[in-house]
């Protein structure tokens, strides 16, 4: 019989095949969110981070709108929220717990990426507040893959709003939200009230179990306004049964 013992298998070459950045992060604004989807995939995460209320404030009316999700969850540390600003920063694979809602760490970029150009996100942990930035028109600019560590917290808007924990989602440069009007700020501001009106609506019906009852694990505000859920059972209607 022929010993083997000594063959050896041989290495195959290899090549680095890391994806471009400024194509790849621009292809991940196209997986098929609207606002409304791209919204409930925020506050998902937010239910997620233990967030007993999430608000949701819009500046339309000003020459560079933007939108914020405002939650008082556990909020993240600055390794931590780097981490989450990773695309792909999850393996679907792994095992998660009941209420962890996310699976492949891509709705947070892929879900904002869909309504703007430049995400920032702010936590406050611990008592410690970070900030990054992803811009997409720097990344178009160097091809890498790096965001942004933010020190100037009193330059990024609704920064105000965030209490011991949580954290902010940001969104700026809403150019999928304007793109009709973006020399027109009084039509552009109208256009964004229209989606935001849209989303309203579908976020009521998509989180009304978190919303309803005497003690409801989820307060959902716009603008300040508390929203009301949607039940699309109407099993508090009178003449509903479900015997």
């Known amino acids: 019989m022929k010993d083997n013992s000594d063959k050896t298998i041989p290495t195959k070459r290899q090549a680095d095949a890391t994806p471009h950045a400024a194509s790849l992060i621009e292809g991940m604004r196209d997986f098929g969110y609207t606002l409304e989807t791209a919204t409930a995939d925020i506050i998902d995460n937010s239910i997620t981070a233990g967030a007993l209320k999430v608000e949701i404030l819009a500046e339309t009316a000003s020459e560079e709108p933007w939108i914020a999700i405002i939650d008082d969850g556990i909020g993240m540390d600055e390794t931590e929220l780097i981490e989450a ?30 309504q703007c150009r430049e995400l920032t996100v702010v936590s406050r942990k611990a008592g410690v507040t970070s900030a990054t930035t992803w811009d997409l028109d720097k990344v178009a600019e160097t091809n890498v893959w790096a965001v942004e560590l933010e020190d100037d917290l009193a330059s990024i808007p609704a920064t105000d709003h965030l209490g011991e924990t949580g954290t902010i989602v ?30 309203e609506r579908h976020l009521r019906l998509c989180f009304h179990r978190y919303m309803e009852g005497n003690r409801p694990k989820l307060r959902l505000l716009l ?14 209607h009178k003449a509903v049964s479900f015997r």
């Not at 999850?90 to 869909?114: I, T, V």
């Not at 793109?179 to 109208?190: P, V």
């Not at 603008?223 to 508090?236: E, M, S, V």
Request: proline letters at 5%; a positive charge; aromatic letters at 6%.
């Open 170 to 199: 940001l969104w700026r440069k809403l150019d999928r939200l304007s793109t009709g009007y973006r020399n027109d700020s009084t039509k552009r501001a109208a256009e964004i009230n229209k989606a935001l009106s849209g989303a």
């Open 85 to 114: 600003m990773r695309p792909g920063s999850r393996n679907p694979l792994e095992e998660r717990e009941d209420h962890d809602l996310g699976r492949f760490g891509l709705g947070l970029k892929s879900a904002s990426f869909s």
């Open 223 to 236: 603008n300040g306004r508390k929203l009301a859920p949607i039940d699309p059972f109407a099993q508090g």
